[in-house]
C-alpha cells in the first residue's frame, strides 16, 4: 500500500514515522587524537572520501589550532568532500575560531564546533574559572562565532559529571548566544547507561526545543567500556546526533565506536524507533582503510569490524550456521560488505563443516574416504591451531590417495659446524634394498637433497621451499612443503617434524612416492 496521495510509498512512509539519527564521525578529530594515530593531509583525505561513501552526515575533519597543516588538511576536504557537513573544532578563543573559519572556508555545508569545559572538577582545576566566567566566556565566544557561522554546535566538555543545573545553564547561555546543536559529552566515559540516558531525558525536558529545533548529540567515551551503551540509551531518550568513530578509535579507550552504534540501531529496529542514512556495505571498508592508514589493528573479536565477528569454530555452531545461518548469526555479513560467515578449520569443527569445506575445494569423496580423511584431520588439528585449505588437499592426497611409500628414509647423518661446508649422509630404503649416498651442500638441507638425488638416480629440481613451525614451544613441529620439478613436471610435497633437517627429507620422498605412483610402479623399479 503506498501513500493515499501518492507522494510516498509505504516503505517510505514507514521511514518517516521513524526519528532520524545523524551520524557525526569524529575520527578525523577525536580519533586521531588515539596516541599514534596521526594521519597526513592526504591520509585524511583518503578517509574522508570513504566516509562520505559510507553516508555520515558530519564529518569532524579536525581541530585546526593544531597546524597549519591541519588548516590545510581540513581544507583539501572541505574543496572535495560536499556531501556531508564538514565540521571543525575550537576551543572558545577568538584565535581558535579564526583557524576554524580558515580551515573551513571552502566547505559547502560547515559547522563550527566549540567546547569549553563545564564540571567542577575542570573549572577549579584546568580552567581555574568561576561558573559565572564560564557562561560569560561561552556567551561571548559563540556571538563571535556567529558572525561567520550560521551553525554553531557546543559542547560542555565533562557535561556527565557537570552539576545538572549549572549544565542547564551553560546550555541555555549556549542556545541563547546562537548555538543550533548541543552535545552532551561524558568526556572520560564515566557514566552508566541508566544515568546518562536520565541526564538526556532531563535536558529535554528542561530545555524547550532541545532534540527539536535545537540538535542533541551525545559524544561517549569508552573508559568504562559503554560508549556504545551509554549513546544508545541517549538515543532512546531523545538525543538525535551521535558522535562516534570508525573502529571505536580515539582519546585513551577510544569513543563510541560507528559500526557498533549503526548496527545496533539497523539490527534492532523492533526495538529501536530510529534509523540513520549510513550504507552499510561500506563499513568493512571504511574499518580496514582507517586501520590501515592509522596502524590500529582492530582486535579480532571486535563487535561487527573483528577478525573473527563472524568466524565459527565449534562443531555445533557450524552445523547450525550451515544449516540456517540466523542461529548462530545476528547481522548477515554481506550486508556490511564481507564475502560471507568463515568457518575456521580447528579441533573444534564437526564433519559436516569439514565436508562442506571439500566441497568449496572442488573435493567429492565417498564416505568411507571422507571417514578416514576426517579422522586425520582431527589428529592434525592437536598438532596444529589452524588448519588452512593447502592442509586438508595435503590430508587428502595423503590419506585418501592412499601414497605408497615406496621411498622410506632409514636414517641421515649430518655434519656442519661454522666454517665447514655441511655434508650429508642419507640412506633410504626401495622395496627391500638399501640406497646410501653422500654429499656436501651450500647447507645441511642442500647436502641432503643433493645425497638423495645420488642415492636414488632421479633427476629433481627444487623449485621452492618453505618451513613454518606449526606448533610453539622448544618441541615445536616444523612443516616443510617445498615444490620440486621432476620429469618437466612441478610436483609439491610437504613433511612435518620436530626435526627441520628430517621434514625436509620426508617432503623430498613425499615427492617421489607421488611420482612413483603416478608412474604406476609398473616396471618394478623405482622410476
Ligand atoms: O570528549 C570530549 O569532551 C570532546 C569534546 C571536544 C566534545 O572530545
Ligand atoms: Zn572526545
Same mark, same amino acid.
Given at each position: ?54 553516508g555520515?552526515?558530519?564529518?569532524? @575533519?579536525?581541530?585546526?589550532?593544531a ?6 588538511a ?42 569549553l569545559?563545564t ?13 559565572s ?25 565533562d557535561?556527565s ?11 541555555? @547561555? ?22 546518562f540516558?536520565?541526564?538526556? @531525558? ?10 527539536k ?9 569508552n573508559?568504562?567500556?559503554?560508549a ?6 541517549a ?95 545476528i547481522?548477515?555479513p ?25 566441497v ?8 568411507e ?44 647423518k649430518?655434519?656442519s ?42 633427476? @629433481? ?9 606449526v ?31 628430517e ?25
Open positions: 500500500m503506498n501513500c493515499p496521495y501518492g507522494h510516498f510509498s509505504m516503505r517510505d512512509m514507514m521511514k518517516r514515522k521513524k526519528r532520524k539519527i545523524y551520524i557525526f564521525d569524529t575520527t578525523l578529530r577525536d580519533g586521531e587524537q588515539c596516541p599514534g594515530a596521526s594521519l597526513t593531509a592526504d591520509e585524511k583525505l583518503q578517509v574522508a572520501r570513504q566516509l562520505e561513501r559510507l555520515v552526515d558530519i564529518i569532524e @575533519a579536525g581541530f585546526p589550532a597546524s597549519p597543516g591541519e588548516i590545510e581540513i581544507q583539501a576536504i572541505s574543496k572535495e568532500v560536499t556531501k556531508p557537513v564538514i565540521c571543525a573544532l575550537a576551543r572558545m578563543v577568538s584565535q581558535d575560531i579564526d583557524a576554524a573559519r580558515e580551515a573551513l572556508k571552502y566547505a559547502k555545508k560547515k559547522r563550527l564546533h566549540v567546547f569545559a564540571s567542577k572538577i575542570h573549572r577549579e582545576f584546568k580552567l581555574k574559572k568561576r561558573k566566567e564560564i557562561l560569560k566566556l561561552a556567551q561571548q565566544q559563540i556571538k563571535y562565532a556567529g558572525q561567520w557561522f550560521k551553525d554553531i554546535q557546543f559542547s560542555p566538555e557535561a559529571r557537570t552539576e545538572r543545573e549549572f549544565l542547564a545553564d551553560a546550555v541555555w @547561555a549556549a542556545i541563547d548566544s546562537g548555538a543550533t546543536t548541543i552535545n552532551i559529552p561524558d568526556t572520560v566515559g564515566y557514566a552508566l547507561p541508566k544515568e540516558g536520565e541526564l538526556i @531525558a532531563w535536558l529535554i525536558k528542561k530545555i524547550p526545543g532541545l532534540g529545533k535545537i540538535s542533541l548529540a551525545v559524544h561517549c567515551h573508559d568504562l567500556g559503554l556504545v551503551a551509554n549513546s544508545l540509551q538515543v532512546m531518550f531523545g538525543a538525535n546526533q551521535v558522535e562516534c568513530t570508525m573502529n571505536g578509535i580515539g582519546e585513551r579507550a577510544g569513543n563510541a565506536s560507528m559500526e557498533e552504534i549503526v548496527m545496533a540501531i539497523d539490527t534492532r529496529r523492533d526495538l529501536m524507533n530510529v534509523y540513520t542514512d549510513i550504507k552499510v556495505n561500506q563499513i568493512i571498508k571504511s574499518s580496514r582503510l582507517v586501520s590501515h592508514l592509522t596502524g590500529l589493528a582492530v582486535q579480532p573479536n571486535k563487535a561487527i569490524v573483528g577478525r573473527n565477528a563472524f568466524a565459527h569454530e565449534s562443531g555445533i555452531h557450524q552445523d547450525g550456521v550451515l544449516k540456517k545461518r540466523q542461529t548462530y548469526e547481522i548477515d554481506k550486508r556490511i560488505g564481507l564475502s560471507g560467515s568463515e568457518m575456521v578449520m580447528g579441533k573444534h569443527s564437526g564433519r559436516h563443516a569439514f565436508r562442506e569445506r571439500l568449496k575445494l572442488g573435493i567429492v569423496l565417498n564416505s574416504d571422507l571417514n578416514r580423511a576426517f579422522e586425520r584431520f582431527k589428529r592434525l588439528c592437536d598438532q596444529k591451531k589452524y588448519v588452512f585449505d593447502q592442509d586438508i588437499e595435503a590430508i587428502v592426497e595423503e590419506e585418501v590417495s592412499k601414497i605408497p611409500e615406496t621411498w622410506k628414509l632409514e636414517y641421515t649430518i655434519s659446524e661454522t666454517g665447514v661446508v655441511p655434508s650429508a649422509t642419507v640412506r633410504l630404503s626401495c622395496r627391500g634394498e638399501i640406497k646410501e649416498a653422500s654429499s656436501e651442500g651450500d647447507g645441511p638441507v642442500d647436502a641432503c637433497y643433493k645425497a638423495i638425488e645420488k642415492a636414488t638416480g632421479i633427476e @629433481a629440481t627444487l623449485v621452492n621451499y618453505s618451513i613454518q613451525s606448533t610453539s614451544g622448544k618441541d615445536a613441529l616444523g612443516e616443510v612443503n617445498i615444490k620440486m620439478l621432476v620429469n618437466g613436471k612441478e610436483i609439491g610435497g610437504r613433511a612435518t617434524s620436530t626435526d627441520v633437517i621434514a625436509s627429507v620426508k617432503a623430498y620422498l613425499f615427492v617421489l612416492n607421488k611420482v612413483q605412483m603416478h608412474q604406476g610402479g609398473k616396471s618394478g623399479l623405482p622410476i
